[in-house]
């Protein structure tokens, strides 16, 4: 048993286009809100975000998707087994939240996971599929991390053109 946190803190990069010069003048500013959770649910929380002032609305919601996970009592080789079948059953459902969730179950117990029944079932094999959901799910910067898990030296432009092309050429050559 537990608590969630009644507060959320989160980052994120605002990108300021200045079209009255020539060329247009861009800047990136880190922005730093915490908000308070507005209501939670078995696997999301919801939390209301000030909009940048110039927006029409005042605020825009957001909804989170986690896992919690009770670190006072151990989980069972069984579970991680059944929560790692459980990731790859919902992303070939194409449910990538799920998936994610489950995955990181695993990793998250047990950062050295090997499936019990078939050693070629690892906690590398979770990364690659983490990878490719947080990409299908437009989690790029997260999908960079499962990436960099596994291939610390390769190197990425996020402000390249080319960015999602090289990112999803990393993932297809991780996947093999």
């Known amino acids: 048993m537990g608590t969630i946190d009644t507060v959320v803190t989160w980052n994120y990069v605002l990108i300021n ?6 060329p247009p003048g861009t800047t990136y500013t880190v922005q730093n809100y915490i908000t308070p959770v ?7 929380f919801i939390t209301t975000v000030p909009t940048d002032t110039n927006a ?6 957001i909804t989170y998707s986690f896992a919690y996970i009770d670190t006072t009592t151990s989980v069972t080789g069984f579970q991680k087994d059944a929560y790692a079948g459980e990731a790859g059953i919902y992303k070939a459902s194409n449910d990538e939240n799920n998936a994610i969730i489950a995955a990181n179950t695993v990793l998250y117990t047990d950062p050295t996971y ?10 590398a094999k979770l990364h690659i599929l983490l ?3 947080y990409y299908n799910a437009k989690l790029f910067y997260n999908a960079v991390t499962e990436v960099l898990i596994l ?5 990425y432009d996020p402000f390249s053109p080319q960015f999602f092309y090289e990112l999803a050429k990393k993932i297809e050559e991780l996947e093999g």
Request: charged content about 15%; cysteine-free.
């Open 151 to 155: 291939d610390p030296g390769w190197t």
């Open 114 to 123: 090997v499936f019990a029944h078939d050693a070629s079932v690892t906690a």
């Open 56 to 61: 029409v609305a005042d605020s825009i919601s």
């Open 38 to 44: 507005v209501r939670f649910t078995a696997q999301h």
């Open 17 to 22: 286009i200045d079209t009255s010069t020539t």
């Open 131 to 133: 990878a490719r959901s």
